[in-house]
């Protein structure tokens, strides 16, 4: 499964920015999506995941309330809706992917099979 990230920019504190991920080379439906992020200096963090069939969601609490995750699956896409960015949201933002089609929630970096590359998101103060 390759996995392309969107939708990283420059946003000011306060502002709204929405990423992008398009899998191809698999069945997406078979797949738990996530989003993560790594600051400069930091260990990669769990954002968001969203699983097979889009029937569940969980969050990182640092994020709760303000991002939104949700899946196309007939687009083989995953998306990250953000709000009320804040600059500690400054970081590259992966999308991942794991096979499973249980109801698990998947946290943990080694737990995911496929990697995009990273997009930036920079919030400026």
């Known amino acids: 499964v390759q996995l392309q990230a969107y939708g990283g920019g420059l946003v000011q504190a306060g502002g709204s920015l929405s990423l992008s991920c398009t899998a191809s080379?698999?069945?997406?439906?078979?797949?738990?999506m996530g989003w993560f992020r790594q600051a400069p200096g930091k260990e990669r963090e769990f954002v968001a995941g969203?699983?097979?069939?889009?029937?569940?969601?969980n969050y990182a609490d640092s994020v709760k309330g303000r991002f939104t995750i949700s899946r196309n699956n007939a687009k083989n896409t995953v998306y990250l809706q953000m709000s009320s960015l804040k600059p500690e949201d400054t970081a590259a933002y992966y999308c991942?992917?794991?096979?499973?089609?249980?109801?698990?929630?998947?946290?943990?970096?080694?737990?995911?099979?496929?990697w995009g590359q990273g997009t930036q998101v920079t919030v400026s103060s």
């Open positions: 991942a992917a794991v096979r499973s089609v249980s109801y698990n929630y998947y946290t943990r970096p080694h737990e995911y099979e496929y």
């Open positions: 080379g698999g069945t997406f439906t078979y797949y738990v």
């Open positions: 969203i699983i097979w069939n889009g029937g569940g969601t």
